[in-house]
């Protein structure tokens, strides 16, 4: 088991060396030249930005906890480096850090305190990462795999084999990886398409009422639907635009508590689907049947509107 | 063969292969298979580490240098915030070069760099980028230009100062020898104290105009919104449609394939007050071809707003004036290339 831990010491750091950087050039080709066609489909299957980074983040510190474990690395701090060392990791780690939460936006949503957590982050793990990596050579590579003088060939072929099964599985982590992190994105991009809809107002209405929706990602067109259909019929909307929609409140639907939600059509994988907005509820109240405390209600509400919603329904 | 050599030649067989045969898998069996062949014949040899072919040690940097150059890279991060990326790499690199010292061929062998991958990336198709790097390549050669005339100055006046005197010029010399010679000492630390002013007037320069234009705008704005009013006040026509609204809706469209212009857009136009008239909304075209030029479909009652957006804008529209209000907005803007 030792021997086999060691191995995968050895052949993480040799990942790193081998694969890891044409990895990072081929995506560099597929960024800026997206439509040259030197490596045919082959682009598609190039581990994204995000797993490149995951990779060159979390094999090294496996390397590490794997070395710390087995006692071949003596753990390192930031603040017990020497004058000079500390420079260059502080250089080192703002340079990286900012470029990767300026450009990969990577913690950009904490804004500079984002920015700050990845150097912190960055400095503790660096020195670690850089004395694996110097711990390793390609004379371990060699001792590991060339066997003594009086050993059997078979010895040899067995240990190259077991070699190439931990490279390509090391590689089938990462892509599997990437895959995870691509279907992650691709889910958060087809969650972002969803309508959203942040305000209603009002939220007491009689039939006739102007309603305004607010919120983001409405399309340009679309419908607006609803679980208690009294029975089908037009709905007018007087504005559909992305991020606003002002409708009035058809006859046909019926009084009480109403659920509504914006619904809108959008192509995705190639295929058009059907996306629905979250639920908002409307309490839509008769003229017909008395005065009661739901007029009183929706006259109270009248005080807190704003004067685009009471100019729409005739208030001034 | 050391290990810098080994990891080109995997490198390289890597590359080969996978160019070939079109498979990361099959180009990773090979390139382990090609360095388990090249240990087999280093065998008895010792593989020198690539931190000993580079010397590292040697390639230690002064502690100043680290400091000055962390600190330029935070007055980057400072600036781009408030003149946005291609000025404060300028500037930034100005006060770097001038920290460290650097000789005016830095930038053009920068502008030799980023002219050779703005080629490769012209030759690979990608001409955004290229047309980004090509703007870079032309700020770098001026700076070094500049750089160079300064440098050229400094050389002519120091030789002026180191040249041989001839017997006529011995007397004159011998007079005024104290004061210019202390002159002349003091030439070349003025000609670096230029350089640190220039620094420091672009970089003033920059903030004066960053802070005075909106300013400008708000002095100017009034006069214009003043004119606007009145013209509504005096020809109130009004279609039915947008009767019941007060705020009516704008809606700016983005039709080319550049992010967040129609963004910017509406935050220039409310950044000059039109969000109190309008409700600016912004969205993508959802026409299939991107459009050349801006359109402004407009109605009747709004005609007198084409000329203003252009110039709160600073571009030209087509305008396409409507019988009626549609449906997404009374005033829709479709920015074209």
Redesign the interface.
């Known amino acids: 088991m030792t021997k086999k831990i060691d191995a995968l010491i050895i052949f993480i750091w040799l990942y790193l060396v081998i694969a890891l950087p044409p990895l990072a050039i081929l995506y560099l080709i597929k960024i800026f030249s997206p439509a040259s066609g030197l490596f045919g489909d082959l682009m598609v299957k190039i581990p994204d930005f995000p797993a490149l980074v995951a990779t060159a983040v979390a094999l090294p510190l496996i390397g590490v906890a794997l070395s710390l474990w087995r006692k071949k690395l003596k753990i390192v701090l930031f603040w017990n480096l020497k004058k000079q060392s500390k420079m260059h990791f502080i250089f080192i780690s703002f340079l990286l850090s900012f470029v990767l939460w300026q450009f990969y936006s990577v913690l950009s949503f904490l804004s500079y305190f984002g920015l700050i957590i990845l150097i912190i982050f960055l400095l503790l793990i660096l020195p670690l990462i850089d004395k694996y990596l110097r711990s390793v050579n390609f004379d371990m590579v060699k001792a590991y795999i060339i066997p003594a003088r009086n050993k059997e060939r078979k010895y040899f072929g067995k240990k190259i084999l077991l070699s190439l099964i931990i490279l390509l599985s090391i590689h089938m982590a990462v892509m599997i990886l990437d895959a995870k992190i691509y279907e992650y994105n691709h889910n958060q991009q087809f969650m972002a398409r969803h309508p959203q809809i942040n305000n209603i107002k009002p939220k007491i209405v009689y039939y006739d009422t102007k309603v305004i929706l607010t919120g983001r990602g409405f399309g340009w067109k679309g419908l607006i639907d609803t679980k208690f259909k009294y029975q089908e019929g037009i709905i007018n909307v007087s504005l559909w635009t992305d991020t606003k929609v002002i409708f009035t409140v058809p006859l046909h639907w019926k009084t009480g508590d109403i659920t509504i939600w914006i619904q809108k059509a959008t192509d995705w994988d190639g295929k058009k689907v059907l996306l629905n907005s979250d639920e908002v509820k409307l309490r839509l109240i008769s003229r017909d049947d008395g005065w009661d405390k739901d007029d009183d209600a929706y006259f109270e509400q009248l005080k807190h509107l704003d004067k685009e919603t009471l100019g729409l329904n005739g208030y001034k | 063969m050391d ?1 810098l050599t ?2 080109f030649i ?2 390289g067989v ?2 080969i292969s ?2 070939l045969l ?4 099959i180009s ?2 090979l ?3 090609s ?2 062949i090249i ?2 014949f ?2 008895q040899k ?2 020198a ?1 690539a ?1 000993s072919i580079f010397n590292l040690p040697s390639f ?2 002064k ?1 100043s240098q ?2 000055s ?2 600190v330029c ?2 007055v980057f ?1 400072v600036l781009q915030l408030l003149i946005g990326f291609n000025a404060s790499l300028f500037i930034t690199f100005f006060i770097f070069s001038y920290v460290n010292k650097l000789r005016p061929r830095i930038s053009f062998i920068i502008a030799l760099v980023l002219f050779v991958t703005m080629a490769l ?1 012209t030759a ?3 001409y955004k ?1 290229a047309e980004d790097i090509a703007i870079l390549t032309y700020y770098f050669l001026v700076i070094g230009v500049v750089w160079q005339i300064i440098e050229i100055r400094s050389i002519k006046s120091s030789a002026e100062i180191n040249r041989e005197p001839n017997e006529s010029e011995i007397k004159i010399i011998a007079k005024k020898d104290v004061f210019q010679q202390r002159n002349a000492s003091y030439n070349h630390i003025f000609l670096k104290r230029s350089i640190l002013i220039i620094c420091i007037l672009v970089f003033f320069s920059f903030i004066i105009i960053i802070s005075i234009k909106p300013i400008i705008k708000q002095v100017k704005q009034p006069i214009i919104k003043k004119s606007v009013i009145k013209q509504q006040v005096s020809t109130p026509i009004v279609t039915p ?1 947008l009767k ?4 009516a ?1 704008l ?1 700016i469209l983005n039709a080319t394939d550049t992010r967040g212009l129609a963004g910017s857009a509406a935050a220039i136009l409310s950044k000059d007050g039109w969000q109190k008239e309008f ?1 600016i ?3 993508n075209y ?1 026409g299939d071809e991107i459009l050349s030029s801006n359109i402004l479909k407009y109605t009747k009652n709004f005609e007198d707003r084409v000329p203003l957006i252009e110039r709160s804008l600073n571009i030209r529209v087509t305008p396409v004036l409507l019988k009626q209000a549609t ?3 009374e005033l829709t803007l479709i920015l074209g290339r």
């Open positions: 290990s080994i990891i995997l490198n890597f590359f996978l160019f079109k498979n990361i898998f990773l069996v390139a382990a298979i360095l388990f240990l087999y280093l065998r010792r593989i580490s931190h230690e940097f502690d680290y400091i150059s962390t890279l935070i991060l990336l690979l198709g990608n980028i449609i019941p609204i007060t705020h809706s809606v409700d909304s912004t969205g959802l449906q997404e907005a």
